[in-house]
Nanobody
Framework: QVQLAESGGGMVQAGGSLRLACTASGRTFRNFAMGWFRQAPGKERVFVAAINWSHNYTRYADSVKGRFSISRDNAKNTVYLQMNSLKPEDTAVYFC?????????????????YGRGTQVTVSS
């Protein structure tokens, strides 16, 4: 059974930083892409960032490029999202995600496992 567990959310002032972590279990972590989505109050869940299974390709939503960085540690079965220069519009519940099939990059919301989410609140 695949499980994704997020941590690291919290409250921060605008301009501050947070690092989210997601630990996966239930399958061979290194064979699967990992990513992050977020859902702001009253809005749909949207893509934030993703990293492929072999560490050599990442992609970001335009809204976070240059501010957020995704990385992974296969020895710890963990993916990270470093968030810098946070803005109030980054306030959302952040969800860890991973495709159901190995070696596929995350391209949309369909076909992924998701964690329960962690709240990030950025005050102005």
């Amino acid at each position: 059974q695949v499980q994704l567990a997020e941590s690291g959310g919290g409250m921060v002032q605008a301009g501050g930083s947070l690092r989210l972590a997601c630990t996966a279990s239930g399958r061979t972590f290194r064979n699967f892409a990992m990513g992050w989505f977020r859902q702001a109050p009253g809005k749909e869940r949207v893509f934030v960032a993703a990293i492929n299974w072999s560490h050599n390709y990442t992609r970001y939503a335009d809204s976070v490029k240059g501010r957020f960085s995704i990385s992974r540690d296969n020895a710890k079965n963990t993916v990270y999202l470093q968030m810098n220069s946070l803005k109030p519009e980054d306030t959302a519940v952040y969800f860890c995600a991973s495709p159901a099939r190995p070696y596929l990059m995350i391209t949309n919301q369909v076909g992924n496992y998701y964690g329960r989410g962690t709240q990030v609140t950025v005050s102005s």
